[in-house]
């Protein structure tokens, strides 16, 4: 079975800080089938980059997906106070797979 | 505007069954796989399976396998999820949701918080 991991698993950063989460497959993750969500506390999850580097509508540039195979990146440029959230990675390929997620703090 | 409009929490006993509903609107009802989620107590997010509202089929993920059942009510644009045999560890956030490509989750429920305990 395919596994996944993200890394940090928390991180702590400063406003204006350029923030790099990354998520790896145990297997090549096949056509960038490979989805970022933002859940923030007591909320539903949002999708916010599909298809690893396709940025959902509503939400701003300073967020970015990147990779391909088996490594994948999301980039928040310059973080902002309402980026705190935790971010999860989510593969599809027969079955949907979540990553552990990645909680963002401000410092 | 598409919504997924969920049942409110429940207090369940060990050993029940709990029932949360899942209304949607905004899109035509059997176009779209509706799937759940669940999340525990500051856990991370686990896919329970899936509901096809145009055939009923179904597939469920294996560590749910037993003791969940996912069903949709095309009269009303209603998905419903069963678990059954319920213990603590199922205390948790459910979460229906949807999306117009495969396993790509674009619109989420509130989310129906579920307790466990005697």
């Known amino acids: 079975d395919i596994q996944m991991t993200q890394s940090p698993s928390s991180l702590s950063a400063s406003v204006g800080d350029r923030v790099i989460i990354t998520c790896q497959a145990s297997q090549d993750v096949r056509n960038n089938n490979l989805n970022w969500y933002q859940q923030k506390p007591g909320k539903a999850p949002q999708l916010l980059i599909s298809?690893?580097?396709d940025l959902e509508a509503g939400f701003p540039s300073r967020f970015s997906g990147s990779g391909s195979g088996t490594d994948f990146t999301l980039t928040i440029s310059s973080l902002q106070p309402e980026d705190i959230a935790t971010y999860y990675c989510?593969?599809?390929?027969?079955?949907?797979?979540f990553g552990p997620g990645t909680r963002l703090e401000i410092k | 505007e598409v919504q997924l409009v969920q049942s409110g929490a429940e207090v369940k006993k060990p050993g029940t069954t709990v029932k949360i509903s899942c209304k949607v609107s905004?899109?035509?009802?059997?176009?779209?796989?509706i799937h759940w989620v669940q999340q525990a107590p500051g856990k991370g997010l686990e896919w329970m399976g899936v509901?096809?509202?145009?055939?009923?089929?179904?597939m469920y993920a294996e560590m749910f396998q037993g003791r969940v059942t996912m069903t949709a009510d095309t009269s009303t644009d209603t998905a419903y999820m069963y678990l059954r045999s319920l213990r603590s560890e199922d205390t948790a956030a459910y979460f229906c949701?949807?999306?117009?490509?495969?396993?790509?989750?674009?619109?989420w429920g509130q989310g129906t918080l579920v307790a466990v305990s005697s």
């Open positions: 949701t949807m999306g117009t490509g495969s396993y790509t989750f674009e619109h």
């Open positions: 905004g899109y035509r009802f059997t176009d779209y796989y």
């Open positions: 989510q593969l599809y390929d027969s079955l949907p797979l």
């Open positions: 509901v096809d509202p145009e055939d009923g089929k179904t």
């Open positions: 298809d690893a580097f």
